[in-house]
C-alpha cells in the first residue's frame, strides 16, 4: 500500500511537509524492544543483554570491593529465594561465632564436605568468591582420629585483627538486595496523527514464537464462531485471563486533546497507579486533573487494576480527558493556555530510538519528533 501510495504521487514526494522529514518512520516497528536500565552502571540495555551486563558491572566492581560484589553474586544470581535466605543465615553464622568466639580455633575453620555446609551454602554461585574476599583460603588438612584429609576453608591469622570487619561482612551480608535491572520506559512523544491506533511489536513483547502466535491466530479465528456458542460466559472469561498472562510487557500510548501522544512501555502486570504517574510526571501541570480512557471510551479508573487485567496488553491506545469543570473555570479566567500541556523539554527531545552499533545497547541517542508509525498490524501484533 505504502509502495503504491508513493508511486501514485510521484515526484511530489518531495514537496511534503518537513515537519515529518523520517520516511524511514513508516516501517519501523513502534518500539525497537524491551529496555532495561542497569542500577550499577546506568547503561541501557536490551531485554537479552541485561544478566550478561549485570554480570560484567560485578566483575568490574569486584576489582575495588571484592566483597561487596561476591554479596551482589550471592543475592542476584540465585532465583531460588529460599535458598539464599537459609544459605546467607547460614553464612552469617559463621562469621558470627568467630567474631563472639575468636580464640577458639574450631570456629575459624568450616569443612567444605560438611553436609550442611554442601547443602545450603556450596550450592549458591557467589559463596566460594565471599569466603575468599573475606579472608578465608582452602586448605588440606588432615581428619583427626583418621588418615584420611579433608579440604576446609580456614580463617587467616591476620583477620583476627579486623573482627569489627567480619562484623560487617555479616551485616552486609544479610542486609543486601539482588541487583534488580529497572524497566526503561522508552519515553516517545509522537506528533498527532490518525495512525495511532496502530503498533508493531517486536517479539521481546510476546512470550510465545512468532510462529505459535501465528498458529493460534488462525486457529482461534477458524474456531470463533463455534466456540462463542458452546462455551458460558465464565469460561470465555477464564480463558481472556490465561491469554492476558501471555504477555510480560506492554506498550502504552496515551493521546492528549491537542493530538500529541505519550508513549512508554510497562510491565504487563503493573497496576495502572503507574500509568496515571508516569503521564502526570510529563505534564507541563501535573496538578492538572484528568482522567484515562480506555478502547471503547471506557473509563480506567480502578488504579489498583494491572494492565493484563484491563486488556491493556499487549498494547493499547488510551485517551486523556481534562476534568471538565476545572477547565471551564480555567477558560473562564481567561488564563493563556500553552500550546501543549506536555513538558516544553519533552516537545524539543521527540521520539528516542535506538541508534546503530553494539546489538542490544543504546550507545547514544538520536532525537527527533515523527508521526506514529503508519504500516499495517502484523499477526504478531493482534
Excluded at 518531495?14 to 542500577?39: N, Q
Excluded at 573475606?134 to 583418621?146: K, Y
Excluded at 513483547?205 to 477458524?222: C, D, W, Y
Amino acid at each position: 500500500m505504502a509502495e503504491a501510495a508513493a508511486s501514485e504521487k510521484g515526484g511530489s514526494a518531495d514537496k511534503e511537509d518537513l515537519a515529518f522529514p523520517d520516511t524511514e518512520a513508516a516501517v519501523r516497528p513502534s518500539v525497537s524492544g524491551v529496555f532495561f536500565t542497569c542500577p550499577l552502571t546506568g547503561a541501557v540495555v536490551r531485554r537479552d543483554q541485561k544478566e550478561k551486563h549485570i554480570r560484567e558491572a560485578i566483575q568490574l566492581y569486584s576489582s575495588t570491593d571484592p566483597v561487596a560484589a561476591s554479596i551482589l553474586e550471592i543475592h542476584t544470581f540465585n532465583k531460588d529465594r529460599e535458598k539464599v535466605r537459609l544459605g546467607v543465615e547460614t553464612m552469617a553464622k559463621y562469621l558470627d561465632n568467630i567474631y563472639l568466639h575468636p580464640e577458639e580455633e574450631k570456629y575459624r575453620k568450616i569443612k567444605l564436605q560438611n553436609k550442611v555446609f554442601q547443602e545450603r551454602i556450596s550450592c549458591l554461585e557467589g559463596v566460594h568468591s565471599f569466603f575468599q574476599a573475606v579472608g578465608f583460603e582452602t586448605r588440606t588438612l588432615p581428619v583427626p582420629g583418621q588418615e584420611t584429609t579433608e579440604e576446609y576453608y580456614v580463617l587467616k591469622e591476620e583477620m583476627l585483627t579486623r573482627l569489627e570487619d567480619l562484623k560487617d561482612y555479616k551485616e552486609q551480608l544479610l542486609s543486601s538486595e539482588p541487583v534488580r535491572p529497572q524497566l526503561d520506559r522508552q519515553l516517545c512523544v509522537f506528533k498527532p496523527s490518525p495512525e495511532a491506533a496502530r503498533f508493531e511489536l517486536p517479539d521481546d513483547f510476546f512470550n510465545l514464537t512468532a510462529e505459535e502466535i501465528k498458529r493460534e491466530q488462525r486457529l482461534r479465528t477458524e474456531a470463533v464462531e463455534k466456540a462463542s456458542m458452546l462455551r458460558t460466559r465464565a469460561m470465555r472469561e477464564k480463558e481472556e485471563q490465561r491469554e492476558m498472562r501471555k504477555y510480560n510487557y506492554t506498550l502504552l500510548r496515551v493521546r492528549f486533546p491537542d493530538g500529541y501522544i505519550l508513549q512508554g512501555t510497562f510491565y504487563a502486570r503493573e497496576p495502572v497507579s503507574v500509568l496515571y504517574s508516569f503521564v502526570r510526571e510529563a505534564l507541563r501541570d501535573d496538578w492538572l486533573p484528568f482522567e484515562l480512557l480506555g478502547p471503547g471510551g471506557l473509563k480506567v479508573t480502578d488504579e489498583n487494576l494491572a494492565f493484563n487485567e484491563c486488556g491493556l496488553v499487549p498494547s493499547a491506545l488510551l485517551t486523556l480527558a481534562w476534568d471538565a469543570a476545572l477547565m471551564s473555570d480555567i477558560q473562564a479566567s481567561g488564563q493563556e493556555q500553552p500550546a501543549s500541556p506536555l513538558k516544553p523539554e519533552l516537545l524539543s527531545r521527540g521520539t528516542c530510538r535506538q541508534s546503530e552499533g553494539q546489538p542490544g545497547r543504546l550507545k547514544h541517542q538520536e532525537l527527533f519528533l515523527l508521526p506514529c508509525p503508519t504500516e499495517p498490524q502484523t499477526t504478531a501484533a493482534i
